[in-house]
């Protein structure tokens, strides 16, 4: 069965950078495609950015031009490095493939 683990959220102030981590572990992780998702309080879960096996990439139109998508074959991670962060960024933040979710990590952009 695959697990997720995400990693590197934390407190940021505006206009600053983070990059999330998510390791998979099993063999499938290249076959498939990967997203990211972000849901902030009271508000609906939405997909953030997605990478297709072939590294083929969709973006929100909320974070075209500041956040992108990247994975590493090798190390079995899908990285999403997020530029000129917004307090409405501001979200847990959850690695996704197929049915399977990872914890969440906690992204809050405050100053």
């Known amino acids: 069965q695959v697990q997720l683990v995400e990693s590197g959220g934390g407190l940021v102030q505006p206009g600053g950078s983070l990059r999330l981590s998510c390791a998979a572990s099993?063999?499938?992780?290249?076959?498939?495609?990967m997203g990211w998702y972000r849901q902030a309080p009271g508000k609906q879960r939405e997909l953030v950015a997605r990478?297709?096996?072939?590294?083929?990439?969709y973006l929100a139109d909320s974070v075209k031009g500041r956040f992108f998508i990247s994975r590493d074959g090798a190390k079995n991670t899908v990285y999403l490095q997020m530029n000129s962060l917004k307090p409405e960024d501001t979200a847990v933040y959850y690695c996704?493939?197929?049915?399977?979710w990872g914890q969440g990590t906690q992204v809050t952009v405050s100053s």
């Open positions: 990478i297709s096996s072939g590294g083929r990439t």
């Open positions: 996704n493939l197929e049915s399977t």
């Open positions: 099993g063999s499938i992780f290249s076959i498939y495609a």
